[in-house]
């Protein structure tokens, strides 16, 4: 699987902006998706992820109320809403297909990068006034 990131870019602190993600290749070859970011100096981190079979959606606590994820099937494309930015989401932020989805018993994203087996580039959201 392929995968091409999009959307981000420069965003106010409190603004909105969508990630997209489209796959190419074998994509009936993951059960879930997933979005990862890494900011400066810091280790890449779990956002969000989707397990494909029944649409449960984990997100870290840090996004959780503020970033939606989702896909459309048809366009083999997922989707990360993000609003409410904080200069605190500025990261490089990356989509990721694979087994599944890693989480605690609330529900909290873990973020396990061994669950997943595709990335796409990383594409940059900077928040900042």
């Known amino acids: 699987v392929q995968l091409q990131a999009s959307g981000g870019g420069l965003v106010q602190p409190g603004g909105s902006t969508r990630l997209s993600c489209t796959a190419s290749g074998f994509t009936s070859d993951y059960y879930a998706i997933g979005w990862f970011r890494q900011a400066p100096g810091k280790q890449r981190e779990g956002v969000s992820c989707m397990m494909i079979s029944d649409g449960s959606t984990y997100y870290a606590d840090s996004v959780k109320g503020r970033f939606t994820i989702s896909r459309h099937n048809a366009k083999n494309t997922m989707y990360l809403e993000m609003n409410s930015l904080k200069p605190e989401d500025t990261a490089l932020y990356y989509c990721?297909?694979?087994?599944?989805?890693?989480?605690?018993?609330?529900?909290?994203?873990?973020?396990?990068?061994?669950?997943?087996?595709?990335w796409g580039q990383g594409t940059q959201v900077t928040v900042s006034s």
């Open positions: 990721a297909t694979g087994r599944g989805c890693t989480y605690y018993g609330d529900d909290t994203y873990y973020g396990t990068e061994a669950d997943f087996d595709s």
